[in-house]
């Protein structure tokens, strides 16, 4: 089923799925319609199984200036004080964060190759990715800030897993912008490069290197990494054993091994062998 997209593009090649955020002229700003197609997009993802890993990039001048602006007031009315609009906005707000959080568990490894601004619900979006990627002029900005909220789409849930938390609070107080090569010495990217080509490229060549890997196997180590990220080493290493002993595959390993005897490259089970159950819900 091919999806109709306004806001972004999507392609997947050779087991890479490259989704490029295509609003330029608007700043790729999150409007409803980003909201919405981000979702659809995840759900197609992880029904299709043909990627084996996502590489998001963006057009234009900045990665993203977050939000669309005039959705506040506009689509979001925050100044409904009844029981009935503080509840939708509490579900307006799960709803935001679930798509961030189905991106975190997908299947799949998520790359984000950013550049320019990387604004408030944007620095929400790419905190839910595996691996950042920026070329020299992208920065950082919690901006809500500055615009009179509080961060609210995991930036301050996520962040703290990446940087220093002293770190965390004096830019999501301030509002200041946080800057590529400041992002990498704390963490926060893994590696800088002098043009967003260059970014990009970086980007597709470790999707390529991870999408030659058995998809099960990087599934359960994207599991096994964010598992540990949130609990204590004693309780990872018994989900580690219990989801070693779901996943484990006699015939991957031993592809594994005899490719590498053979000087070739594996070949692996895609995982659209699960697309049944995964069109189940
Ligand atoms: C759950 C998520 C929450 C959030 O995301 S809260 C954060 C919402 N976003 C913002 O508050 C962004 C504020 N904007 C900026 O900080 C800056 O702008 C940028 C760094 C993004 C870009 O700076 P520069 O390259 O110097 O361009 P420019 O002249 O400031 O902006 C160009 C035009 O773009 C409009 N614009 C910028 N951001 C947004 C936005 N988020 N929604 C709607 N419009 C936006 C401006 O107003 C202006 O417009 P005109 O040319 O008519 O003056």
Partial sequence: MALQLSCFSLNITDHIA??????????????????RELD???????RVGEARALVISSTGKHFSAGMALDVFGGAIQMDDQSAEGRAAIFDLLTNMQATFSKMESLRI??????????????????????????????????????????ADVGTLQRLPKLIPLAVVKELAYTGRRLGA??????????????????????????AREIAAKPPVAVWGTKQAVNYARDHSVEDSLRQMGWLQGTIWSNAHVREAVTAMKEKRAAEFPPLSELKNFSEFK
């Avoid at 659809?40 to 992880?46: E, G, N, S």
């Avoid at 090569?181 to 470790?206: D, H, I, R, S, W």
Wanted: aromatic share 8%; hydrophobic share 50%; proline share 4%.
């Fill in 181 to 206: 090569q400041k992002a990498m010495q704390y963490g926060l990217v893994n590696e800088v490069f002098e043009t967003p080509e260059a970014t990009l490229a970086a980007a597709m060549q470790c």
């Fill in 40 to 46: 659809q997009v995840l759900t197609h993802l992880q």
């Fill in 18 to 35: 490259h989704l490029v955020l295509n609003r330029p002229d608007e700043l790729n700003t999150m409007n409803p319609a980003f909201w």
């Fill in 109 to 150: 490894p998520v790359i984000a190759a950013l550049h320019g601004g990387c604004i408030g619900g944007a620095v929400d979006m790419v905190t839910a990715a595996c691996i950042r990627y920026a070329s020299a002029d992208a920065f950082f900005c919690i901006q809500e800030i500055n615009i009179g909220m509080v």
